[in-house]
């Protein structure tokens, strides 16, 4: 399927690594020029490095800019050109009991997984509502829905995002912008492939048994029962970045292995 990304500017939130990362790769394979995002220079010339190893014709930059400093926000948005795909990415999270977590806990992960998000899409959907076209999408969480018990602060900040994706696809009516928000599942990220090498190391397991005994013990809803390769939620991100996707519009798409449940 040819999606007409050619010509097209996407921004990445948090594409360093992990599902960001792999949407920078689908993006660019489909003919788009993408702009990256990490914390600091070093990560992000080293993912450049990799991207450009497999796209060496493409046009791929990246910006360093810490989410959590609205300043540095701030400065990675005078220096972004025309973005026609913004695709809100960047998310974090700390396993923690309700009690234990605190004010700035709750703030951090409000400023990187909301505040990105709102800051920079009241600076490019006006942009995209001029030039009459635009994607902007939210990279949520099944946790949004889920709410596991050591997750609430970053369960509640994903839920966040859908409320203000549903409110910014209402400002779009009758222009060739839309907005959604992409609920992913357990993804295998470089993150994940960590986490369960260390456990495994702890428990004396294999990593492919502990993987197995999360979806048994704890993430018991999924239909998939394994995690979803990056690829997988890469692909359809990009789908929905694409003008093929011009109907779909103030939505939220689940690739959640059926995690969530209910027949919407
Ligand atoms: N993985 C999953 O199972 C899963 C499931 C559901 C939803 N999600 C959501 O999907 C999104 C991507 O998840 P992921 O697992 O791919 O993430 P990840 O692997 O943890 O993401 C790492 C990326 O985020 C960047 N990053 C971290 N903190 C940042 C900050 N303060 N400012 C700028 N960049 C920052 C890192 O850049 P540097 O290290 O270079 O700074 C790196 O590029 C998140 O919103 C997450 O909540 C993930």
Redesign the pocket.
């Known amino acids: 399927m040819e999606l007409n990304l050619r010509g097209k500017t996407a921004f990445i939130?948090?594409?360093?690594?992990?599902?960001?990362?792999a949407t920078a790769l689908t993006l660019l394979q489909e003919g788009a020029s993408v702009i990256i995002?990490?914390?600091?220079q070093e990560?992000?010339n080293n993912a450049l490095e990799r991207l450009k190893s497999q796209f060496p014709q493409s046009n791929i930059n990246g910006i360093a800019?810490?989410?959590?400093n609205p300043k540095e926000v701030q400065l990675l948005i005078e220096k972004l050109p025309n973005i026609d795909i913004l695709i809100n990415?960047?998310?974090?999270?700390k396993s923690q009991t309700f009690f234990e977590t605190t004010d700035d806990d709750w703030q951090n992960q409000m400023e990187?997984?909301l505040m990105s998000g709102v800051r920079l899409s009241r600076n490019l959907l006006p942009k995209m509502l001029e030039r009459n076209w635009g994607r902007i999408l939210f990279?949520?969480?099944?946790?949004a829905s889920l709410v596991p018990e050591d997750l609430i602060a970053y369960s509640t900040t994903?839920a966040s995002l859908l409320a203000i994706s549903r409110g910014l696809a209402q400002l779009t009516k009758g222009k060739g912008v839309t907005v959604n928000t992409i609920i992913?599942?357990?993804?295998l990220?470089?993150?994940?492939v960590d986490f369960l090498e260390d456990v495994a190391e702890k428990e004396n397991k294999t990593k492919e048994v502990v993987a197995n005994d999360f979806f048994k013990e704890v993430r018991t809803s999924s239909l998939l029962q394994r995690?979803a390769s990056?690829d997988e939620v890469a692909s359809t991100i990009t789908y929905y970045s694409s003008p093929l996707a011009a109907a779909t519009n103030g939505a939220a798409i689940k690739i959640d292995g059926g995690s969530i449940g209910g027949i919407l």
């Open positions: 939130s948090g594409s360093t690594s992990g599902i960001g990362f995002n990490g914390r600091n990560g992000i800019a810490d989410f959590s990415n960047v998310g974090i999270y990187v997984n990279i949520s969480s099944e946790c994903k992913p599942g357990s993804t990220t470089e993150g994940a995690f990056v």
